[in-house]
């Protein structure tokens, strides 16, 4: 199985070291594409969809957090930071807009491939599959539509609900606070307060009709989905 991956760099040598030895080291099963400031990118994540992103935090352009948070309105594909932005509150701040790793210059190569592979070899089912379900609520996060029941009924949803649903069935069983939800979904510099995640859980509830009972309020703690 062959994968694309898009790398958001803008040190020309980086990405030529980097892609050239996932190439190699997969023996070209891993294609590596690249976009050397954030406008490029998002250009190009619009464009297509790829299997992992690595991703710089300090671009010209759109930054490396706001790709992050564009990527994970619409896609469930991992993403790598590779950046030299390694204080803690970067570090937390990328894991909230939901990067799976975070790598801080400099790095190895290898280590770099290992995480990679690992990553690719862990979500290629779900997204080769490009559709993720639990239990009677199914989401295609390449088209952006929601079905439930065993006669997939299509619903609308708003994006912030959309993006809220998805989130929620990536974490099946897991409790999420509503300060994880809003960081997730309303950003890490959102001025608003706590509520605004309760009144949008309603608003999904609403349109997945008995199928909103998945979602469970964990009381004091903040929110559950549950198969």
Known sequence: MAFQILMVEDD??????????????????????????????????YEKEYDLVLLDVMLPGVSGFEICRFIRSNSICPIVFVTARGRQEDV????????????VKPFSVAELYAKVNALLRRSKGMIKARKINCGQIYLNPLTLQVYVGDERKE?????????????????????????????????????????????????????????????????????RMRA
């Open 12 to 45: 020309r040598q980086i990405y030529e070291v980097v892609g050239d030895f996932l190439t190699d080291k997969s023996e070209n099963k891993i294609t590596v594409e690249f976009a050397e400031d954030g406008d490029k990118a998002t250009e190009m994540l």
């Open 92 to 103: 937390l701040k990328g894991y909230e807009l939901g990067a799976d790793d975070y790598v």
């Open 155 to 223: 619903i609308t949803l708003a994006a912030k609900e959309y993006h809220l649903l998805k989130v929620l069935i990536e974490h099946v069983d897991e409790t999420l606070s509503r300060d994880y939800l809003l960081t997730r979904i309303w950003g890490y510099d959102f001025d608003g307060n706590e509520r605004v995640v309760d009144n949008h859980i309603k608003k999904v509830r609403k349109a997945l009709g008995e199928y909103g009972k998945q979602i469970q309020t964990v009381f004091g703690r903040g929110y």
